[in-house]
């Protein structure tokens, strides 16, 4: 250009030295260009640093990160195991149960979400946020079980919408028969934060669903089996892609129980909708037949998460539905105890059986005078007799001469005072009062007259209906005694074979055979000519004693004038066939007053049953008389035994 | 005048770009989902997109620069009128106003005015010479001034910074008399991204949020630098070699926001790994080289500097969109020049390529 212009006239000077500088200012600007090439070069080099940075030194752990985005750990929880009775008949199984959970680590806006759930189904905003905020960040939580099709359909259908969230199809505890043996069979529930930390809980987490209550809690480590874990491939929005691995989880063991459920069910709507207990053992064995406590609760129901309210009600119901009266509630044994007395009397050589007492109707003792249930009194009784026609004041004496001690002492040998170990949680022990007992509870000495209450089974004495059919089958067997057990065989998911639960080793009273042979003659002329004839059986004989448990020191006017919840326990213990026993059977109807009139015929009824079922006797019409329950007042007699 | 053929230069020139340009097509092609629902797959879109910009390439190749230059202030007249067209008549995208809806399409002014903006800064400085800082500061500052509040207005953060970066690059190309000016220019154009994540790094969260939601509301949708996070996972993840082609679960499973567009290179460091990084960084190295050699052997002051601004330019949009995606400066929504999927900006940047061309095959002219 400048050699252009220099070729040209003067005229153009100015255009020239314009030129002129143009053409420098271009080699400036090209001088210039080499720092923007360093810059940019420079620029590019440090990219590369970052990208080496990335994924190079730290490029392992982006993997993992990847990984960790993608993927999701689903727990598999097992079939619990099946619940049978001894005859096969299903108690408790599972059905499937749509769960709706959320994935906390999918859910980006907590808020939008809970906002979400709340409109298309029906949750409380605030507990869903509740429920959240005490996770972490991970946690899978559990929000709604049992879903119904349509709220499956909702939850579906607004899948875009609901990141993080999914239904789990899972098992639901269910008991088919309902409200029956609800309390032997118990009822299942989520973990506790607290159970999860102990050693029997290990390897389960939270949300995992363990045996509460029953035998469900009992042999909670056989029914539960064992979680299997999925792992899934999710997108970004929380929704599955593919599975990745699948370890299945493997069922709970199958339980097969002694009850035998008929009897159970009939002995439930004996008692209807009194308050009370029966036990039924077999004394050959100490296998659990019948282990019914009323009032009962629906164990279906409580499965499957009670709303709070529902459950405080149920807690606080003053009749205590979740009480297991068989072997939590605790009762004065009445006149059931003179079994005891009776052992002891002979064992102790106190008296002899063929000794007479004279009872005039009462025993002066002290300043005090103790009556007999009969004003007139039993006259000339010896040990038979007295059991018989439950003289009071012939234990009166008797249990004077031996003294609290020995009462005690064999009290306790029979398995008073101490829990007989059945395999159910929560057993209580009962009372055995003596003089140490009373100097360290009560800080008081053992006073005499205190012994005769004791005697007839009054005063300081409880024991639970179990204990009592331990005491009585322990006789039926002369003297050996089963610890009771509920459960027969467990079968093995894995290997499909049954294998039988072991007997608790069994022991021998310390009483002679001789002792047993008197005191079960006396049981059987209780039912053929003492107090129970009302439960004398045309189909089996029956041996027994009647008993009845004060609530309160009153006896004045007609039981009916009496209020309800002052009124006598009835008790009625029994086992059968009185020469060649298989069934020992304790009734307990609370506040039912006469143990011969309202729970002798109760005891005579599961009996026969019982002998029906094992024996094959068909349902004949010398049966059908004695066909009614509880429910029905029978206070006709206002009499004491 | 214009020499008949290419020589092994524009060859070269022609296989970066289309190396880029493919590698952008690939990307896009395996984050497109398997059955896409309706419609053209975005991969197929973004094909034609090319199409029309290699014709438009063409346009800016083949027409003497030195004639365009005359319309260059008319231009981006008309770029500035479309900038007013969007705040007013715009269609509204997350929180801002970037488009004008064109029957099925819609065009983006904010990309388009960037050869505008070069042709008339280059036109300014290039016809005539211009003394003092008054003329060489102030008055082309005038020039980009309104351009770049109505894009900062829109509001459009990446682009108006964007715009800004052509001005300063060329302002100093130029040169100013003080040199500690252009030091400092420099300087702070060298380390914005950088300086940015330090001082960035020093404010409160909530600072952060309300700054960037004032200039920007697409910024981090869903909060918190999920998409920065989910990004530098999926650059890192990797690692050597890449996960190949449809490999990457942080693309596939839709953990990696936009991979069509701003994170279309975190999708190809996914896929390739480092080694693939490497190559695609020096293509871009050697494509912005080739750029400034022919600024470096033009003819005439007007042809060097739009060269530099039109390297310049898509420089900026790659450090900045990479420094973004590997976590070292803000998400401020810039695409990666010829990778990321858009209309307007892979038209206009390969129009920009077209000028540059017509720079080269201009300066052996002989007099």
Redesign the interface.
């Known amino acids: 250009?400048y050699r252009?212009a220099t070729d040209r006239k003067g005229t153009d000077l100015v255009f020239m030295l314009?030129s002129d500088?143009?053409a420098s200012?271009?080699a400036?600007?090209?001088g210039?260009?080499v720092?923007?090439?360093v810059?940019?070069?420079?620029?590019?080099a440090?990219?590369?640093l970052?990208?080496?940075q990335?994924?190079?030194r730290?490029?392992?752990?982006?993997?993992e990160?990847?990984?960790d985005?993608?993927t999701r750990s689903i727990m598999l929880e097992p079939a619990r195991g099946l619940l049978y009775d001894r005859q096969g008949q299903l108690l408790a199984n599972n059905i499937p149960s749509f769960n709706l959970y959320v994935s906390l680590e999918d859910v980006?806006?907590r808020e939008a979400l809970v906002g979400e759930l709340t409109r298309l189904l029906s949750f409380s905003h605030k507990n869903l946020l509740d429920t959240f905020s005490g996770q972490s960040r991970k946690a899978r939580v559990k929000i709604k079980g049992g879903l119904s099709l349509k709220e499956a359909a909702i939850v579906e259908s607004h899948r875009y919408t609901l990141p993080g969230v999914f239904i789990q199809p899972e098992y639901q505890r269910n008991y088919p028969l309902g409200v029956y043996a609800s309390h032997l069979i118990g009822y299942v529930g989520e973990i506790s934060e607290a159970k999860l930390k102990e050693e029997e809980y290990q390897g389960l987490h939270q949300g995992s669903v363990v045996g509460q209550y029953g035998v469900e809690r009992t042999y909670d480590q056989a029914l539960r089996g064992v979680s299997g874990q999925e792992l899934l491939?999710?997108?970004?929005?929380g929704h599955r892609?593919q599975s990745i691995a699948v370890h299945k989880p493997s069922a709970g063991d199958d339980l097969y129980l002694t009850i035998d459920i008929r009897l159970q069910q009939m002995a439930e709507d004996l008692l209807g909708e009194e308050a009370g207990a029966v036990v039924a053992i077999d004394p050959r064995s100490g296998a659990v037949l019948i282990l019914a406590s009323r009032p009962t609760f629906d164990p279906t129901a409580l499965s499957s998460g009670l709303p709070m309210s529902e459950w405080q009600a149920l807690l606080h119901d003053p009749r205590h539905p979740l009480t297991n009266r068989t072997i939590q509630g605790q009762y004065p044994p009445g006149s059931t105890f003179k079994i005891v007395m009776a052992a002891a009397v002979l064992g102790s050589q106190t008296a002899q059986a063929a000794d007479h007492f004279f009872c005039p109707g009462g025993f002066k003792f002290g300043r005090r005078t103790y009556r007999d249930w009969k004003r007139g009194g039993h006259g000339s009784v010896e040990l038979i007799a007295a059991l018989a026609q439950s003289c009071d004041v012939y234990f009166y004496k008797v249990g004077n001469r031996m003294g609290i001690e020995t009462i005690a002492s064999y009290s306790k040998q029979f398995g008073l005072g101490q829990k007989t170990g059945i395999d159910l949680p929560s057993e209580r022990s009962g009372l055995v009062p003596s003089g140490a007992w009373k100097k360290r509870v009560k800080g008081e000495p053992w006073y005499p007259g205190e012994t005769i209450s004791v005697s007839i089974g009054q005063g300081f004495m409880t024991v639970t209906p179990i204990q009592m059919a331990q005491v009585v089958a322990a006789t039926a067997m002369n003297g050996r005694v089963f610890p009771p057990r509920l459960v027969r065989a467990i079968r093995k998911r894995g290997t499909g074979k049954m294998e039988d639960v072991p007997l608790p080793p069994s022991r021998q009273l310390p009483i002679s055979h001789e002792v047993f042979v008197q005191i079960r003659e006396g049981l059987e002329a209780v039912v053929t000519k003492g107090t129970a004839r009302r439960s004398q059986s045309s189909l089996v004989a029956i041996a027994g004693k009647t008993g009845t448990a004060q609530v309160v020191a009153l006896r004045s006017g007609p039981a009916k004038d009496i209020p309800k919840e002052f009124r006598d326990h009835a008790w009625f213990v029994a086992y059968a066939p009185a020469k060649n026993p298989t069934i020992a059977i304790v009734v307990l109807a609370e506040h039912m007053g006469h143990g011969g009139s309202a729970a002798a015929p109760l005891a005579k009824q599961l009996i026969e049953a019982h002998i029906r079922f094992t024996t094959d006797i068909p349902e004949d019409s010398a049966q059908k008389q004695g066909g009614q329950s509880l429910s029905h007042d029978h206070l006709a007699i206002s009499t004491h035994e | 005048m214009l020499r008949r053929g290419f020589d092994g230069f524009d060859w070269c020139f022609f296989g970066v770009v289309l190396g880029i340009l493919g590698v952008g097509i690939l990307s896009i092609y395996s984050v497109t989902p398997a059955n896409p629902s309706q419609g053209i797959p975005i991969y197929l879109k973004q094909s034609m997109w090319v199409c029309i910009g290699a014709l438009a390439f063409i346009a800016t190749a083949g027409i003497d620069y030195h004639k365009l230059a005359r319309f260059s202030y008319i231009f981006y007249g008309i770029g500035l009128v479309l900038l007013v067209v969007v705040l007013v008549a715009g269609k509204s995208s997350r929180g801002s106003q970037r488009w004008i809806p064109l029957g099925p399409l819609a065009i983006q002014p904010s990309e388009l005015i960037k050869i505008p903006l070069i042709m008339a800064l280059a036109t300014y400085y290039g016809m005539k010479h211009r003394i003092g800082w008054l003329q060489r500061l102030v008055f082309p500052g005038i020039i980009v001034l309104p351009g770049f509040l109505l894009i900062l207005k829109q509001p459009d953060l990446g682009s108006s910074l964007s715009f800004l970066s052509i001005y300063v690059v060329l302002l100093l190309s130029v040169g100013v008399k003080s040199r500690a000016f252009g030091l400092v220019v420099l300087t702070a154009l060298l380390l914005f991204p950088f300086a940015w994540g330090g001082v960035w790094g020093s404010l409160h969260g909530y600072q952060q949020e309300r700054i960037l939601s004032f200039v920007d509301p697409n910024y981090d949708p869903g909060g918190k630098g999920y998409h920065g996070l989910q990004s530098r996972i999926a650059i890192g993840s990797g690692q050597l070699v890449g996960t190949g082609l449809y490999g990457g679960t942080q693309t596939q499973f839709k953990f990696l926001p936009e991979g069509h567009t701003d994170f279309v290179f975190a999708v190809f460091a996914e896929e390739w790994g480092f080694l693939g990084v490497v190559v695609l960084l020096a293509m871009y190295g050697g494509l912005f080289l080739m750029g400034l050699e022919i600024a470096s052997k033009a003819r005439d002051t007007l042809g060097a500097l739009l060269a530099i601004g039109v390297v310049s330019m898509i420089a900026f949009g790659f450090v900045v969109n990479i420094a973004m995606t590997v976590g070292l400066a803000p998400i401020v929504g810039i695409p990666l020049p010829l990778m990321s999927y858009g209309g307007s900006a892979t038209i206009m940047t390969l129009a920009a390529l077209g000028l540059l061309l017509n720079v080269k095959r201009r300066r052996l002219t002989l007099s």
Do not use: P
């Open positions: 250009m252009v314009e500088r143009q200012e271009l400036d600007i090209q210039r260009l720092l923007l090439k810059g940019i070069l420079l620029l590019i440090l990219l590369g970052r990208l080496w990335l994924q190079i730290d490029g392992h752990d982006y993997q990160m990847a990984k985005n993608r980006k806006d491939e999710v997108d970004a929005h892609k």
